[in-house]
């Protein structure tokens, strides 16, 4: 069963302007933890924010905020404006305390931003 | 920089080859993990150890094998390689501080001809 669903393929931005990327998570184990991960075309993997089950507020670094929504099971990053250095594939991701720590990733959103 | 390295960074292969991928890191993390990634797929987890000869499997984990007798290399070994294992392969440490955040090794592609 995917645990992590990420429903754009593909999104375009302008320069300067806010973009969200989605992502919807399941799980029933109530320790968990959510990542944004970014993948430049160079193919290295960049952990960009953590948002843990028990925060009461959305994370942030930097120009990154990520969006949480636990009722609705949702995790959206945020990244406000954006650079033509931020085009690539963005990973949502989640970790399960109490299943062996295990990591599950989604299939990923391609984003391009446009000057 | 987690200090992670993995090799060979690029390999070619015959089918039904023994192929055998390192991780090296230089943190002396205790767990570590192995992923492929395939287009329309992202990241799916082999193997990962959460300890020196103590190993478990991921979601993918048929047609390979892991060993780590060290607490620095994780090696991922294919037995018998097929096309299906074509595939850009990841290492990965967990820091378990916080929030136990991966990072990842730069990457090894492997293709099985």
């Known amino acids: 069963a995917q645990k992590i669903t990420q429903t754009q393929p593909g999104m375009f931005v302008q320069e300067k302007e806010a973009v969200t990327l989605d992502c919807t998570y399941d799980?029933?184990?109530?320790?968990?933890?959510l990542f944004w991960y970014k993948q430049p075309s160079s193919g290295e993997m960049i952990f960009l924010i953590y948002?843990?089950?028990?925060?009461?507020q959305n994370a942030t670094e930097g120009r990154y905020s990520l969006n949480f929504q636990k009722a609705r099971k949702s995790a959206n990053l945020v990244i406000s404006a954006s650079q033509l250095g931020d085009s690539a594939m963005y990973f949502c991701?989640?970790?399960?305390?109490?299943?062996?720590?295990?990591?599950?990733f989604g299939t990923g959103t391609s984003l391009t931003v446009i000057p | 920089d987690a200090g992670i390295t993995q090799s060979p960074r690029h390999k070619v292969t015959e089918t039904g080859t023994p192929v055998t991928l390192r991780c090296h890191q230089t943190?002396?993390?205790?767990?570590m993990y192995w992923y492929r990634q395939d287009p329309g797929h992202g990241l799916r987890l082999i193997h990962y150890?959460?300890?020196?000869?103590?190993?478990d499997k991921g979601e993918v984990s048929d047609g390979y094998s892991v060993s780590r007798s060290k607490t620095e290399d994780f090696l991922l070994t294919l037995e018998s390689a097929t096309s299906s294992q074509t595939s850009v392969y990841f290492c990965?440490?967990?820091?378990?501080?916080?929030?136990?955040?991966?990072?990842f090794g730069p990457g090894t592609r492997l293709t099985v001809t």
């Open positions: 990965a440490i967990s820091r378990r501080t916080g929030s136990y955040e991966q990072y």
């Open positions: 799980t029933s184990d109530p320790s968990y933890g």
């Open positions: 948002q843990g089950s028990y925060d009461q």
């Open positions: 991701a989640m970790i399960l305390r109490n299943t062996g720590n295990q990591f599950y």
């Open positions: 943190e002396n993390h205790r767990y």
């Open positions: 150890s959460y300890g020196v000869k103590d190993t």
